[in-house]
C-alpha cells in the first residue's frame, strides 16, 4: 500500500504597502523618515545558484506575471531530505547541494529562520510558521521531531485524517491565523482522502515603504505588454535617493525600493528594451547580478512604477523532476526517517505532488496627510538626471538583508493580468485531490551551501596577510602594542589611488593588491569601508576619510573622483604654510571623527613645507555579549616578560565560548564576543614555553580566517586582565621593513595626487587607543599621512595571564578592524580586591606609550625624521 505526503508551500501574501507613518517629513511630494540616509552593502554569501535555475523556468513567454519564493520551496525540500535516505537522499545532495552531513543544512536553515524572526518594530510585519499534519494513525520519529522543531521551528500536529472536515477545519484555521486572514481556505476534506502528512509552510509580509508614493502623483499612464502593444494601468511616481546602477553587462537599470525597517528592500531589474525581459531572465546568472550591486550608487531618482496585485499559482512537480529530483515523486521514495508506523508503511511514503500559491500587492498606500501634500520635485534635487520608468515588463525580488535571504522573486508582464495558474508546461489546471495542497511560501532565506566562491575568498584570506605581517613588526618592540590594520590599510588605499611606478608596486605587492581597479579588490575595499561604518544599538564603528591639501595646489579632478566614490572621503583645503592654522583644523576634524578619543594627530610632525596631510580616524565602541560580573574581578598574577609576577585586576567569567587549543602555534584561541553578533575579539594565548615574539611571528603563516573556522563551543573559566593601551607611532619604520619604501624617498612617483608637483610622503602618524573592562571596549584610531614636495636628489580554565595577542574583527567579513599586543596590562581604573598573598602596592595610573623610531631606544616622541634616513 501507498501513502502520499502532501506537500503545501502556499498563502505567501507579500503586501508592499504603507502603514500611518508618525513624524515624519513630506519632500517633493514623497514622504521620508526622519533619518533620511540609507545604507545598503551587498551581502557576500548571498543567494544560490539553486534559486536564479528556478526563476529561470519562468523566462519562457507563455509565463505572464509571476511571484513564487525559492526559500519556501528550500524549507519544505530540506525538512524532506532530513527524513530521506538512500538515492532519494542523493538526489538532494546532487541538486540542491545540499552536503552528506545534514547537521550543516540544519545550522543553515537555522541561522536563516532566526533572521527572519520578528522583532519589536512596527513598520513591517511577517509571520511565518511550518508545520507537519500528520494522521493519528502513525507516530512521528523522535529524533525527527526534535530536529524539525529546534533547526527547521517546525511543528508536527497529529490529526484523525479519516475525519476529512474536522482535520480540513483545523489546517484551515491555523493557515488563516498565519496569513492575517487571506487564505481561509487551503484545504478541503476531500483532499485529505489516502493522505497521511501534510508539510505546510506560510508566509505572509507586509511592509511601507521607506520613501512612500504619494497618491496624488498616481495617474493612468501607458504599460508596454509587447514593444507595440500597450495597456492603460494606474502609475506611481516618486522620487527620493535610492541605491541605483545602469549596467551596460546587462542592458538593465537596477533600482532599490527599502521598506522602512531597514531590514527588507525589493530589487526591481529592468531591461532598457522593451521587450527584453525574458531573453535578460535567461542570460542573468547569480554572479552577474551580484557583481552590479556592488556599483550601486545612492543618487537622486525619478521613479515611475505601476500598481500591481495578483495571484499567482505554480506546480512544482514536473520542474522538480526535470531539475533532477525524481525519485521523490516515485513509489520507491525512501522517507524512513520522517515517522513510524505499523508493517513498516512508511517506506511506501512519497510525495504525490507539490504547489506554491503565492500574492503581491504593490501600491503607494499610506496616511491621508501624504496625498494632500504636492511639493514641486525640483526644490529638493533640482534637476534628475537618473529616471526609472518601470513601464514595460521587469523582473523583482524582495530581500532580508541581514542575511541577504531572498524571500520572493518574480516577473511583471502586465500589471492587469491578476491570477494565473501554471504546470511546468503552461497549462492551466487545478489540483486534483490527493495530489496537493495549495502552497505556500517559506519563510527563509536563500540558502548557499555549495562551496564559497574561490576569488572572493583568496583575495580575502590575502588581504588580512598585511595584518598579520604589520602585527610581528610590532612585536619586536617590548612595549604593549594597539594598531588599526584597517585604518592603516585605508590610507595606504588612499595613497595607492594615486600613486605610479614602483611606488604603486610596493604597496600594491605589501597589502596584495595587483590591481586596484580589479572588480574582486574593489569589492573587497568597499566591504572594508562598509565595516568601519557600522552601528547598531549596542556597538558603533565610525571612520571618516580626509584629504588636507594645500590652498596653493590642485588635486588631479580624477584622484578627488576616486577618493568620493570609493572612500567617502574629504577633500579640505588650507593654509598648510599657516602651521598652528592647519594643525587645528586637522586635530579638531579628528577630535570630532573619534567622539574626543583621540584630540590631536598632527603635532611638530607636521613639516614646514607640507603639501597634502591624508587622514584616516577611526572610533569603536562595542558592549561585551554577556558581560563580565565587575564583582568577581581581583588582583590576580600577570606574567610580565623580564620582570615577573605583577598583581593586575583580572576579570573572569565562565561561560560557553567559541574555542580551540591550536598546536601549530601552540596557543589557545578564545572568541569574545560583542552584542549584535556584528564583531568579536579574538584572544590568542600563548602556552608554556612559548613567548609572544614567536607566536606573533608564527601567526604570519596561520590563515586568520582558518582559526576562526576551527572554534567550537567550550565551556570555560576565561581570566582576561582588564587593560588600557594608547599608542602614537610613525609607521615609517614599520613600512619599511614591509618593502613600503619608494613613498619616502626622493624618487617617489605620485603624480596622480596632484597636478604638476613632485611630491613624496614625509610620514604617517597612526594614532590608537584602547580600553577593555568588565562592560566591554572603546577603541579609537587615526593615521594620517603627510606628503611633502621633492626636493630634487635631498570550563576548561583559560587565563590571559601572560602576554597575549588580540584582534577585534568583523564577524561577517573577518576583516580585522583593531589588533593588539598586552605585555603588561596598566588601565586607569580603581584596583580591585588581591587575591595574592605577595601582593604589593599596584600602580593604576594610564599607561600611554609613544613609539618612535623603532631602531632608536627609548626614543618617546614621534619628531621630524631626517629625509636622508631613508635615502
Same mark, same amino acid.
Given at each position: 500500500?501507498?501513502?502520499?505526503?502532501?506537500?503545501?508551500?502556499?498563502?505567501?501574501?507579500?503586501?508592499?504597502?504603507?502603514?500611518?507613518?508618525?513624524?515624519?517629513?513630506? /519632500?517633493?511630494?514623497?514622504? =521620508?523618515?526622519?533619518?533620511?540616509?540609507?545604507?545598503?552593502?551587498?551581502?557576500?554569501?548571498?543567494?544560490?545558484?539553486?534559486?536564479?535555475?528556478?526563476?529561470?523556468?519562468?523566462?519562457?513567454?507563455?509565463?505572464?506575471?509571476?511571484?513564487?519564493?525559492?526559500?519556501?520551496?528550500?524549507?519544505?525540500?530540506?525538512?524532506?531530505?532530513?527524513? #530521506?535516505?538512500?538515492?532519494?537522499?542523493?538526489?538532494?545532495?546532487?541538486?540542491?547541494?545540499?552536503? =552528506?552531513?545534514?547537521?550543516?543544512?540544519?545550522?543553515?536553515?537555522?541561522?536563516?529562520?532566526?533572521?527572519?524572526?520578528? &522583532?519589536?518594530?512596527?513598520?513591517?510585519?511577517?509571520?511565518?510558521?511550518?508545520?507537519?499534519?500528520?494522521? #493519528?494513525?502513525?507516530?512521528?520519529?523522535?529524533?525527527?521531531?526534535?530536529?524539525?522543531?529546534?533547526?527547521?521551528?517546525?511543528?508536527?500536529?497529529?490529526?484523525?485524517?479519516?475525519?476529512?472536515?474536522?482535520?480540513?477545519?483545523?489546517?484551515?484555521?491555523?493557515?488563516?491565523?498565519?496569513?492575517?486572514?487571506?487564505?481561509?481556505?487551503?484545504?478541503?476534506?476531500?483532499?485529505?482522502?489516502?493522505?497521511?502528512? /501534510?508539510?505546510?509552510?506560510?508566509?505572509?509580509?507586509?511592509?511601507?515603504?521607506?520613501?512612500?508614493?504619494?497618491?496624488?502623483?498616481?495617474?493612468?499612464?501607458?504599460?508596454?505588454?509587447?514593444?507595440?502593444?500597450?495597456?492603460?494601468?494606474?502609475?506611481?511616481?516618486?522620487?527620493?535617493?535610492?541605491?541605483?546602477?545602469?549596467?551596460?553587462?546587462?542592458?538593465?537599470?537596477?533600482?532599490?525600493?527599502?521598506?522602512?525597517?531597514?531590514?527588507?528592500?525589493?530589487?526591481?531589474?529592468?531591461?532598457?528594451?522593451?521587450?527584453?525581459?525574458?531573453?535578460?531572465?535567461?542570460?542573468?546568472?547569480?554572479?552577474?547580478?551580484?557583481?552590479?550591486?556592488?556599483?550601486?550608487?545612492?543618487?537622486?531618482?525619478?521613479?515611475?512604477?505601476?500598481?500591481?496585485?495578483?495571484?499567482?499559482?505554480?506546480?512544482?512537480?514536473?520542474?522538480?523532476?526535470?531539475?533532477?529530483?525524481?525519485?521523490?515523486?516515485?513509489? $520507491?521514495?525512501?522517507?524512513?526517517?520522517?515517522?513510524?508506523?505499523?508493517?513498516?508503511?512508511?517506506?511506501?511514503?512519497?510525495?504525490?505532488?507539490?504547489?506554491?500559491? @503565492?500574492?503581491?500587492?504593490?501600491?503607494?498606500?499610506?496616511?491621508?496627510?501624504?496625498?494632500?501634500?504636492?511639493?514641486?520635485?525640483?526644490?529638493?534635487?533640482?534637476?534628475?538626471?537618473?529616471?526609472?520608468?518601470?513601464?514595460?515588463?521587469?523582473?523583482?525580488?524582495?530581500?532580508?538583508?541581514?542575511?541577504?535571504?531572498?524571500?520572493?522573486?518574480?516577473?511583471?508582464?502586465?500589471? /492587469?493580468?491578476?491570477?494565473?495558474?501554471?504546470?511546468?508546461?503552461?497549462?492551466?489546471?487545478?489540483? $486534483?485531490?490527493?495530489?496537493?495542497?495549495? #502552497?505556500?511560501?517559506?519563510?527563509?532565506?536563500?540558502?548557499?551551501?555549495?562551496?564559497?566562491?574561490?576569488?572572493?575568498? &583568496?583575495?580575502?584570506?590575502?588581504?588580512?596577510?598585511?595584518?598579520?605581517?604589520?602585527?610581528?613588526?610590532?612585536?619586536?618592540?617590548?612595549?604593549?602594542?594597539?594598531?588599526?590594520?584597517?585604518?592603516?590599510?585605508? $590610507?595606504? +588605499?588612499?595613497?595607492?589611488?594615486?600613486?605610479?611606478?614602483?611606488?604603486?608596486?610596493?604597496?600594491?605587492?605589501?597589502?596584495?593588491?595587483?590591481?586596484?581597479?580589479?572588480?574582486?579588490?574593489?569589492?573587497?575595499?568597499?566591504?572594508?569601508?562598509?565595516? /568601519?561604518?557600522?552601528?547598531?544599538?549596542?556597538?558603533?564603528?565610525?571612520?571618516?576619510?580626509?584629504?588636507?591639501?594645500?590652498?596653493?595646489?590642485?588635486?588631479? +579632478?580624477?584622484?578627488?573622483?576616486?577618493?568620493?566614490?570609493?572612500?567617502?572621503?574629504?577633500?579640505?583645503?588650507?593654509?598648510? @604654510?599657516?602651521?598652528?592654522?592647519?594643525?587645528?583644523?586637522?586635530?579638531?576634524?579628528?577630535?570630532?571623527?573619534?567622539?574626543?578619543?583621540?584630540?590631536?594627530?598632527?603635532?611638530?610632525?607636521?613639516?614646514?613645507?607640507?603639501?597634502?596631510?591624508?587622514?584616516?580616524?577611526?572610533?569603536?565602541?562595542?558592549?561585551?555579549?554577556?558581560?563580565?560580573?565587575?564583582?568577581?574581578?581581583?588582583?590576580?598574577?600577570?606574567?610580565?616578560?623580564?620582570?615577573?609576577?605583577?598583581?593586575?585586576?583580572?576579570?573572569?567569567?565562565?561561560?560557553?565560548?567559541?574555542?580551540?587549543?591550536?598546536?601549530?602555534?601552540?596557543?589557545?584561541? =578564545?572568541?569574545?564576543?560583542?552584542?549584535?553578533?556584528?564583531?568579536?575579539?579574538?584572544?590568542?594565548?600563548?602556552?608554556?614555553?612559548?613567548?609572544?615574539?614567536?607566536?606573533?611571528?608564527?601567526?604570519?603563516?596561520?590563515?586568520?580566517?582558518?582559526?576562526?573556522? @576551527?572554534?567550537?563551543?567550550?565551556?570555560?573559566?576565561?581570566?582576561?586582565?582588564?587593560?588600557?593601551?594608547?599608542?602614537?607611532?610613525?609607521?615609517?619604520?614599520?613600512?619599511?621593513?614591509?618593502?613600503?619604501?619608494?613613498?619616502?624617498?626622493?624618487?617617489?612617483?605620485?603624480?596622480?595626487?596632484?597636478?604638476?608637483?613632485?611630491?613624496?610622503?614625509?610620514?604617517?602618524?597612526?594614532?590608537?587607543?584602547?580600553?577593555?573592562?568588565?562592560?566591554?571596549?572603546?577603541?579609537?584610531?587615526? &593615521?594620517?599621512?603627510?606628503?611633502?614636495?621633492?626636493?630634487?636628489?635631498?570550563?576548561?580554565? =583559560?587565563?590571559?595571564?601572560?602576554?597575549?595577542?588580540?584582534?577585534?574583527?568583523?564577524?561577517?567579513?573577518?576583516?580585522?578592524?583593531?589588533?593588539?599586543?598586552?605585555?603588561?596590562?596598566?588601565?586607569?581604573?580603581?584596583?580591585?580586591?588581591?587575591?595574592?598573598?605577595? #601582593?604589593?602596592?599596584?600602580? &593604576?595610573?594610564?599607561?600611554?606609550?609613544?613609539?618612535?623610531?623603532?631602531?632608536?631606544?627609548?626614543?618617546?616622541?614621534?619628531?621630524?625624521?631626517?629625509?636622508?634616513?631613508?635615502?
Amino acid at each position: 500500500m501507498f501513502f502520499s505526503l502532501i506537500v503545501a508551500i502556499s498563502c505567501l501574501c507579500v503586501f508592499a504597502g504603507a502603514q500611518d507613518v508618525k513624524n515624519s517629513n513630506s /519632500l517633493n511630494g514623497s514622504v =521620508v523618515s526622519d533619518n533620511d540616509e540609507d545604507a545598503y552593502y551587498p551581502y557576500q554569501d548571498w543567494s544560490d545558484t539553486f534559486d536564479w535555475q528556478l526563476l529561470k523556468v519562468f523566462a519562457d513567454p507563455k509565463y505572464k506575471n509571476v511571484i513564487i519564493s525559492p526559500i519556501s520551496l528550500k524549507l519544505v525540500l530540506a525538512l524532506l531530505y532530513e527524513g #530521506s535516505s538512500g538515492s532519494t537522499e542523493k538526489e538532494f545532495q546532487s541538486v540542491l547541494h545540499f552536503p =552528506v552531513q545534514k547537521q550543516v543544512v540544519r545550522e543553515n536553515f537555522y541561522n536563516i529562520l532566526e533572521s527572519l524572526q520578528p &522583532t519589536e518594530r512596527r513598520e513591517y510585519v511577517l509571520n511565518l510558521g511550518t508545520r507537519i499534519f500528520m494522521d #493519528s494513525s502513525i507516530k512521528p520519529q523522535q529524533a525527527f521531531a526534535a530536529k524539525a522543531k529546534y533547526n527547521y521551528q517546525t511543528d508536527i500536529q497529529l490529526l484523525d485524517f479519516a475525519n476529512g472536515t474536522s482535520a480540513a477545519a483545523s489546517i484551515n484555521s491555523w493557515v488563516e491565523n498565519i496569513t492575517n486572514g487571506k487564505i481561509s481556505s487551503l484545504v478541503s476534506d476531500d483532499e485529505l482522502k489516502n493522505a497521511i502528512m /501534510l508539510i505546510i509552510n506560510t508566509i505572509f509580509f507586509k511592509g511601507s515603504w521607506r520613501h512612500e508614493f504619494p497618491k496624488n502623483r498616481t495617474a493612468l499612464g501607458g504599460f508596454y505588454v509587447t514593444p507595440s502593444d500597450v495597456v492603460e494601468v494606474p502609475l506611481m511616481k516618486t522620487t527620493d535617493k535610492f541605491f541605483y546602477y545602469e549596467s551596460n553587462t546587462l542592458d538593465a537599470k537596477i533600482l532599490r525600493l527599502p521598506y522602512k525597517g531597514k531590514r527588507y528592500a525589493m530589487f526591481i531589474v529592468l531591461p532598457n528594451s522593451k521587450g527584453g525581459l525574458n531573453s535578460l531572465l535567461q542570460k542573468i546568472n547569480l554572479d552577474s547580478l551580484k557583481r552590479n550591486f556592488y556599483f550601486m550608487d545612492y543618487v537622486p531618482v525619478e521613479v515611475t512604477l505601476p500598481k500591481l496585485k495578483f495571484d499567482f499559482k505554480v506546480q512544482f512537480t514536473h520542474i522538480l523532476e526535470e531539475f533532477g529530483l525524481r525519485q521523490m515523486f516515485q513509489n $520507491t521514495a525512501s522517507f524512513p526517517g520522517i515517522a513510524r508506523g505499523e508493517n513498516n508503511i512508511l517506506r511506501m511514503l512519497f510525495v504525490s505532488d507539490i504547489i506554491q500559491k @503565492s500574492g503581491i500587492q504593490l501600491d503607494e498606500e499610506g496616511s491621508s496627510v501624504f496625498s494632500a501634500t504636492d511639493v514641486v520635485v525640483s526644490n529638493k534635487f533640482g534637476e534628475v538626471e537618473n529616471v526609472f520608468n518601470a513601464t514595460h515588463p521587469f523582473m523583482f525580488f524582495i530581500e532580508e538583508q541581514t542575511k541577504g535571504t531572498i524571500l520572493f522573486a518574480g516577473k511583471v508582464e502586465n500589471p /492587469l493580468n491578476i491570477d494565473s495558474f501554471a504546470t511546468r508546461f503552461g497549462g492551466e489546471t487545478g489540483p $486534483t485531490p490527493n495530489e496537493v495542497l495549495h #502552497s505556500i511560501p517559506i519563510n527563509g532565506s536563500p540558502l548557499n551551501l555549495e562551496p564559497e566562491n574561490a576569488v572572493i575568498n &583568496t583575495v580575502n584570506r590575502r588581504f588580512n596577510y598585511f595584518d598579520l605581517e604589520l602585527l610581528q613588526e610590532f612585536s619586536e618592540i617590548d612595549q604593549n602594542v594597539f594598531i588599526s590594520p584597517a585604518s592603516i590599510k585605508t $590610507t595606504l +588605499s588612499m595613497i595607492l589611488e594615486g600613486a605610479k611606478g614602483k611606488c604603486a608596486q610596493e604597496i600594491g605587492n605589501a597589502l596584495r593588491i595587483e590591481d586596484i581597479n580589479d572588480v574582486e579588490i574593489r569589492k573587497q575595499l568597499q566591504r572594508l569601508l562598509f565595516d /568601519l561604518n557600522e552601528k547598531t544599538p549596542n556597538n558603533e564603528l565610525t571612520s571618516a576619510n580626509a584629504v588636507f591639501v594645500s590652498n596653493k595646489l590642485k588635486i588631479l +579632478s580624477d584622484y578627488h573622483m576616486k577618493l568620493a566614490q570609493h572612500y567617502r572621503a574629504q577633500i579640505k583645503s588650507v593654509d598648510l @604654510s599657516n602651521g598652528p592654522k592647519a594643525i587645528s583644523e586637522i586635530n579638531e576634524w579628528v577630535y570630532n571623527a573619534t567622539k574626543g578619543h583621540i584630540p590631536t594627530i598632527i603635532g611638530d610632525n607636521l613639516f614646514e613645507d607640507s603639501t597634502i596631510v591624508i587622514a584616516n580616524a577611526l572610533y569603536f565602541r562595542g558592549k561585551w555579549k554577556t558581560s563580565f560580573n565587575s564583582k568577581e574581578t581581583l588582583m590576580k598574577c600577570f606574567d610580565i616578560p623580564n620582570i615577573g609576577c605583577k598583581d593586575v585586576p583580572m576579570m573572569q567569567k565562565t561561560d560557553s565560548f567559541n574555542y580551540n587549543m591550536l598546536p601549530y602555534l601552540n596557543a589557545h584561541a =578564545v572568541e569574545v564576543p560583542y552584542q549584535d553578533d556584528k564583531y568579536s575579539m579574538l584572544l590568542l594565548i600563548p602556552s608554556a614555553g612559548t613567548n609572544i615574539k614567536i607566536l606573533a611571528r608564527d601567526m604570519q603563516h596561520a590563515h586568520f580566517e582558518s582559526i576562526l573556522n @576551527s572554534l567550537k563551543p567550550t565551556e570555560i573559566m576565561l581570566e582576561l586582565p582588564r587593560f588600557e593601551i594608547e599608542s602614537e607611532v610613525n609607521l615609517m619604520d614599520y613600512l619599511i621593513p614591509l618593502k613600503i619604501q619608494e613613498i619616502f624617498g626622493p624618487k617617489a612617483n605620485l603624480s596622480g595626487i596632484v597636478e604638476n608637483t613632485n611630491t613624496r610622503i614625509g610620514n604617517i602618524i597612526h594614532k590608537a587607543k584602547i580600553e577593555v573592562n568588565e562592560e566591554g571596549t572603546k577603541a579609537a584610531a587615526a &593615521t594620517s599621512a603627510v606628503v611633502i614636495p621633492l626636493m630634487g636628489e635631498t570550563a576548561l580554565r =583559560v587565563s590571559a595571564d601572560k602576554p597575549f595577542i588580540f584582534f577585534i574583527y568583523q564577524k561577517e567579513s573577518k576583516n580585522i578592524i583593531f589588533e593588539g599586543i598586552v605585555l603588561e596590562p596598566k588601565n586607569s581604573e580603581a584596583s580591585p580586591p588581591s587575591l595574592s598573598p605577595t #601582593s604589593k602596592t599596584v600602580q &593604576t595610573n594610564k599607561f600611554v606609550p609613544k613609539f618612535g623610531n623603532r631602531y632608536v631606544p627609548n626614543t618617546h616622541k614621534v619628531g621630524r625624521m631626517p629625509f636622508a634616513t631613508y635615502r
